[in-house]
């Protein structure tokens, strides 16, 4: 099997794995009793929070860990709502589910929602953010990289812009597809809230974290034993925190080398299918994650193409696991790309798991399977 839909899960680190397992066997006590044995469990997650402040640009008292990203973004979000009526929240249009439904959500609650459009290449554009900023602007939240297109959002501009226009609006970023892949530096980027899930960057599923510039700022969302400050009640998942934070150590070491890794195969497989393949579009912006590869042939149905390729032993995705069930694409869409390009659309996300012959392999059967659905289709 080759593995190449890694922007919806990747594959754990070995490491990862055996520390997990030390973890629950050794160390499996409740972090909140007072006995040592506890204590002591609570002193990993101690130093956990400060080795994942650091490769994130901060330090551990702006780290709150959760259940993955789509708690981290519901948390940053309905964590940071006013009371005040004529409050304006901005959105990107692109957002992932996580982000976008619960905007749509606070629009049910009458709160005033604007969603930035996206430019054709997939990015939010600093004009139309600008556009959209008015005196009551008080919250805006901006993916740093598309999980459907892998295009990146300029957020250390974009973020600037809005502080420029008004220091006290809020400024989150979603960095799930980011964080582990390419640079990341919270500090630098200025943002008051990032999000990051551990299994996008091989570590465990069911844990992430958010960084949080002000504390204080935010309303818990859950209410119980006071974990974690008061902002977020629950036993901490102990095994899953060290391996997520040994998880993101481990990918912010080998972090340059992996992405020349990974643009090597990202750009043998556009070549290939630009040499071999007709009616067909790269969603892509200029400043692209390497890591992800979206394409859409015209007329044709991505889904079908997926079937065809999981037969031969190749895992790709159509498009976001949260919601590839969907007949549409909500982001290619605004994106401006034609429907009949759109149900054509496959994504293709890589791995520095992946070798180069398995990306050979792969791409000489999405060739292949593409030519015998162009045939089948034609008679």
């Known amino acids: 099997m080759i593995y190449l839909d890694n922007a919806s899960t990747t594959k754990i680190f070995d490491e990862v794995n055996d520390l997990i397992y030390e973890i629950n066997k050794n160390q499996y006590f409740n972090p909140s009793a007072l006995y040592q044995s506890a204590i002591d469990t609570s002193n990993l997650i101690k130093n956990a929070r400060i080795e994942l402040g650091k490769n994130l640009g901060t330090t551990e008292e702006h780290i709150l860990f959760t259940s993955g990203a789509t708690e981290g973004n519901n948390v940053a979000i309905n964590g940071f709502l006013t009371g005040k009526k004529d409050a304006e929240y901005i959105f990107a249009s692109g957002e992932h589910p996580s982000v976008f439904n619960v905007a749509n959500n606070l629009k049910i609650q009458n709160k005033i929602i604007k969603f930035a459009k996206l430019s054709t290449d997939g990015t939010v ?60 530096n919270v500090k630098d980027l200025g943002v008051d809230c990032y999000t990051i899930s551990a299994h996008k960057f091989h570590g465990p599923k069911g844990v992430g974290a958010i960084y949080v510039k002000n504390l204080d700022r935010l309303k818990p969302l859950f209410f119980g034993g006071g974990q974690q400050k008061d902002k977020r009640s629950g036993t901490e998942n102990v095994s899953g925190i060290l391996g997520m934070t040994l998880a993101s150590t481990i990918s912010k070491k080998f972090l340059n080398e992996n992405l020349e890794k990974v643009k090597t195969y990202r750009e043998y497989v556009k070549s290939q299918i630009e040499t071999n393949c007709e009616n067909f579009v790269f969603n892509e912006a200029e400043n692209n994650s390497p890591y992800i590869l979206s394409v859409s042939f015209k007329g044709l149905r991505g889904e079908v193409l997926l079937h065809m390729l999981e037969k031969e032993g190749v895992l790709i995705g159509t498009g976001s696991a949260c919601s590839s069930k969907k007949q549409s694409n909500r982001v290619l869409e605004n994106m401006g790309v034609s429907k009949d390009f759109i149900l054509g659309s496959i994504r293709i996300s890589f791995s520095s798991f992946n070798t180069f012959e398995e990306i050979k392999t792969a791409t000489d059967e999405i060739i292949k399977q593409y030519k015998l659905l162009k045939e089948n289709m034609s008679k």
Do not use: R
């Open 125 to 184: 554009s600093l004009d139309e953010l600008k556009n959209l900023l008015t005196p009551n602007t008080y919250f805006v939240s901006i993916m740093h990289v598309s999980n459907e297109t892998g295009s990146i959002n300029d957020i250390k501009l974009l973020c600037k812009t809005v502080k420029d226009y008004n220091p006290n609006i809020i400024f989150h970023c979603d960095g799930t597809q980011a964080f582990g892949k390419i640079d990341v």
